[in-house]
């Protein structure tokens, strides 16, 4: 008798528990399913985790609604330059774009990933108006020096921090360094809702224009105009967008946050088994994390060689997906994409280092509902892939 396949691990698998379908089913019986009082629950929740005001956060529908909107709420000059980095996702870039603004890259420090401070500062032009941090894969940028380099040219920041819900750096929690901190809920995120994402301010003045232009611009009375103590006009005060959050993903996200330090602590579990398993392979493992910070373990990634490891990067992708085990590439760098290439003219020999990365790069599954047995078929697939 032949024994049934080993089940497909699927790369970043959410860990949805009963609480969260309990939650879900609630909201829907409920009523309510736009932004109401389960969206109120969750922002102010995510702000005590954040140790901010619930003023000074809004629950939006992507990480990339957050990103647009910090930026149209910073009243950045029209046609100025935002330095952010070329290892990101393509909505970095275009937030930045419409936004009305020009992306301009500066190159990663290969260790750690993350934005090199000293190529953002090389980059800035009298053009220049705003950086875009990323904290890739949950390990923080070097927060002090960004924010050195940005108070000495009068610039703002805006912490990406779509991988870092948990990060913190040198004692401070990552989104709280900046004029915004932009953060993601999408499915394969540490905190899920399926899709959705939460906007961070220091200061209130500044998110309550967010918050308006959040939804259509409409003054703040629009969110409760329907609610059980009357109805209540609205006036439209600038031109917004409908970025708004609903009940529906903050039911989702209220228990997802619940458990946020205990999700971290079994991805911290799953990294320290990879980076022990994998040790003796000819990979390039994820650099050790710098004292005085807090990773969030949102990707594990390795790079593959095909001089060192006998096979490339591609190829390896293949063979891991024949054994049944899922993975991801985060990211081929920006200046691969032929959008930007005819748009900007960039090439990506002119950020040798993301290029190098984004060609060589492999996320490995990294989930809290990852079991043991499942980590190790994934490491005996990373053995088997190299031959």
Not at 213 to 218: C, N, V
Not at 298 to 315: C, Q, W
Not at 338 to 360: L, N, T, V
Request: contains cysteine; glycine residues 8%; charged residues 20%.
């Amino acid at each position: 008798m032949q024994s049934s396949p080993q089940p497909f691990i699927v790369f970043a698998a959410p860990d949805i528990h009963e609480a969260e379908i309990e939650e879900v089913v609630a909201c829907m019986r409920s009523g309510w399913l736009g932004t109401g009082p389960r969206v109120a629950r969750f922002e102010a929740e995510f702000a005590a985790y954040k140790g901010v005001k619930p003023s000074q956060v809004a629950g939006l529908n992507s990480c990339t609604a957050a990103l647009h909107i910090a930026m149209v709420a910073l009243r950045l000059e029209p046609g100025s330059e935002v330095i952010t980095t070329p290892l990101t996702f393509c909505a970095t870039a275009n937030a930045i774009i419409h936004a009305g603004l020009v992306p301009v890259l500066a190159d990663v420090d290969p260790e750690t990933q993350n934005i090199d401070p000293s190529a953002i500062e090389a980059a800035i032009t009298p053009r220049t108006s705003a950086i875009l941090p990323v904290h890739f894969a949950g390990r923080p940028c070097e927060m002090d020096r960004i924010m050195q380099i940005a108070n000495k040219h009068g610039l703002a920041v805006i912490e990406d921090c779509a991988h870092a819900i948990e990060t913190e750096y040198k004692g401070q929690r990552a989104g709280t360094f900046g004029d915004f901190g932009c953060f993601s809920f999408y499915v394969t995120k540490n905190v899920v809702t399926g899709e959705g994402g939460m906007i961070l301010a220091r200061d209130e003045a500044k998110m309550a224009r967010a918050r308006v232009l959040s939804l259509h611009g409409m003054s703040k009375d629009a969110w409760h105009r329907f609610g059980d103590k009357g109805y209540k006009h609205y006036q439209v005060v600038e031109s917004g967008f409908k970025y708004n959050m609903m009940d529906l993903q903050a039911a989702i996200g209220i228990h997802q946050l619940a458990r946020v330090e205990a999700s971290w602590r079994r991805r911290r579990e799953i990294w320290g088994y990879y980076q022990q398993a994998l040790a003796a392979l000819p990979l390039r493992l994820p650099a050790p994390d710098a004292p005085d910070t807090r990773h969030a373990y949102h990707l594990y990634t390795v790079m593959v060689d095909e001089a060192e490891s006998g096979v490339g990067r591609d190829g390896f992708l293949d063979r891991m997906h024949g054994q049944g085990v899922g993975t991801g590439v985060h990211y081929l760098s920006l200046a691969e994409h032929p959008y930007y290439q005819d748009r900007f003219g960039w090439r990506p020999h002119e950020w040798p280092h993301a290029m190098e990365i984004g060609r060589q790069t492999v996320s490995l599954p990294l989930s809290p509902k990852l079991a043991d047995v499942d980590q190790h078929r994934v490491t005996e697939a990373v053995r088997r892939a190299l031959g």
